[in-house]
């Protein structure tokens, strides 16, 4: 509703954030929504929901960061100072299942540790993993370059790995209700066996 009325509304990449949209926010999302003139979201599920809602099929599409190769984002990572080789955790919502994920992969390549990007709260320091708290975007970006691999929960973690070539294994907590972004970007790469539910066999 911020547009002025009668200019042209577009969406790139959007996502719900969610699978399946709560009842009570049906109407206001049609509603809105019919007001743009080109769709696009960024999973798959999205493309359904609004199907569902509009009876058109809006573009799936890849996630603005994918826009740009690894050697555009090269030219602003900064390199991390720490001992290689190392697998890199990016943690949004804790999950054991993470760390236990991360040293089964450090263990297949000779001599790497484990290195940890905390991003959520409530994530617990732990002595067999570095835990990195204040790296800035630039930082961000020169772990995930650095790595050996990447263990995340994280559709932008994930997201990172695979543009910068890295073996990526995401892990799905239980009680993660968005992971259809990640589901929907390792289809379009032909890397849906990488996924990892907790607690699951899949």
Not at 124 to 144: H, K, M, Q, T, Y
Request: charged share 25%; hydrophobic share 40%; with cysteine.
């Amino acid at each position: 509703t911020f547009a002025p009325s009668g200019k042209p509304r577009v969406s790139y990449a959007s996502s719900f954030g969610v699978s399946v949209l709560p009842g009570h926010t049906k109407g206001i999302y049609k509603e809105r929504l019919a007001a743009y003139e080109r769709l696009s979201v960024r999973e798959e599920q999205g493309v359904k929901i609004i199907q569902d809602l509009l009876g058109c099929s809006p573009e799936h599409v890849l996630d603005p960061t994918l826009l740009l190769t690894d050697v555009d984002w090269a030219d602003v990572a900064v390199p991390v100072d720490l001992p290689m080789p190392y697998v890199l955790i990016y943690e949004l919502m804790p999950c054991d299942e993470l760390a236990a994920v991360a040293q089964r992969v450090a263990s297949q390549i000779k001599g790497a540790h484990v290195v940890r990007i905390r991003g959520g709260a409530g994530i617990r320091s732990r002595p067999d993993i570095a835990d990195v708290d204040d790296a800035g975007p630039s930082e961000f970006l020169g772990l995930f370059q650095g790595s050996s691999a990447a263990v995340t929960n994280s559709f932008h973690g994930t997201a990172f790995a695979i543009n910068f070539k890295k073996p990526v294994y995401p892990v799905i907590p239980c009680r993660m209700r968005n992971a259809g972004r990640i589901e929907s970007l390792l289809k379009m790469v032909e890397l849906s066996d990488r996924m990892i539910y907790e607690k699951s066999d899949k």
